[in-house]
């Protein structure tokens, strides 16, 4: 199915490790230059990694906003660390307030996961939305 002839999207392109905020734990995140508009009901996120993100062995990625940083995602665990097209339904309901999109990404390795390990990688997301009338 063409979701982008179905439903509107965000797009948040080229989203490279040098545009993340390194959280000094596993995580990393960007915050949208884009919002979700008031009484937008989130569908689905769709990821296109086109630079694995390298420097561990295990990272996933979760989109939501600043305050729920997974709001957008019923899969927590897409793996970012191959380049890949990943997937998720979102579960956050409409908003009567505008919301800034977040994307989050860990390194979930067993030992000592750090985000300052990475050392490349790149995404671009769209979020697909309705906009009831």
Known sequence: MN????FKYITLESLA??????????TGYVD?????????????????VTTAFAGTTSATMMVGTTTDTDAFSATTDNSVAAVAKKTSCALA????????I???????KASSPDFGDFTAGELTLRLFYHLPQ
């Open 93 to 100: 309901p409409s908003s009567t307030s505008a919301r800034t």
């Open 102 to 108: 977040r994307v989050t990404v860990t390194d979930t």
């Open 17 to 26: 490790l040098a545009d993340f905020t390194d959280g000094k734990d596993a």
């Open 32 to 48: 949208g230059e884009f919002i979700l508009p008031a009484g937008a009901i989130p569908v689905l996120w769709e990821a296109d």
């Open 3 to 6: 979701f982008s002839n179905t």
